[in-house]
């Protein structure tokens, strides 16, 4: 499964002390938080809409600058994504013409949750911006629940499924993104993000 994910948000810098060479966005440490849009590909993207959610991680430099305007730096990111979709109405009335027990099934909500480790290397673009690539593998859950699916209860020990599926697996990761800085000393910094 590929997924297609556009992260816009803010980037929260938190840097240690640095020494008077360095400029703004090299920063030995960091921090982010963004709402995200996802958009699934593949049978995925045929039986689900595109969904909303959210991401952050933290990272830290494993390199520095030589030249402030001109090295690219290596960071090893962590990341983690949530993500809800709702299953579309062809995909619902398929799994439950194909399965009696979903036959009450009134909507079906997945969800994406990964954990990924992401080499990054950042480029910088002027004194207070910066191109990366972050590239990585982690874990990925997937879950489905199928509302009104099953009138039984977990009380009732011998009822069938409670409608729900997931599932875990490996999952690759890259992209690209920038990040400007909204002020000369480092700090808040503002990115956009592509992932794939």
Not at 39 to 52: E, L, T
Not at 82 to 104: F, G, I, K
Not at 151 to 178: E, I, R
């Amino acid at each position: 499964m590929t997924n297609r994910m556009a992260a816009i948000g803010l980037l929260l810098l938190s840097a240690s002390p640095a020494a008077a060479q360095e400029t703004p966005q090299d920063h030995s440490f960091t921090v982010d938080a963004a709402a995200i849009y996802l958009s699934p590909s593949g049978s995925d993207g045929n039986d689900s809409h595109n969904g909303w959610g959210f991401a952050a991680g933290a990272g830290a430099r494993l390199t520095r600058q030589s030249d402030p305007v001109r090295t690219p730096v290596l960071y090893l990111d962590g990341d983690f994504l949530y993500s809800r979709l709702e299953v579309a109405s062809a995909a619902l009335d398929a799994a439950r013409s194909a399965n009696s027990s979903l036959a009450e099934a009134a909507s079906a909500p997945g969800a994406f949750s990964a954990l990924t480790f992401d080499p990054t290397v950042r480029f910088p673009v002027g004194l207070r911006s910066t191109f990366y690539l972050p590239g990585g593998y982690g874990w990925l859950h997937r879950g489905l629940s199928f509302n009104g699916a099953n009138p039984q209860t977990f009380m009732q020990p011998g009822g069938p499924s409670m409608g729900k599926l997931s599932s875990n697996s490996g999952v690759f990761d890259a992209g690209g993104g920038v990040n400007f800085g909204l002020s000369k000393r480092g700090g808040l910094m503002l990115y956009a993000e592509v992932r794939v």
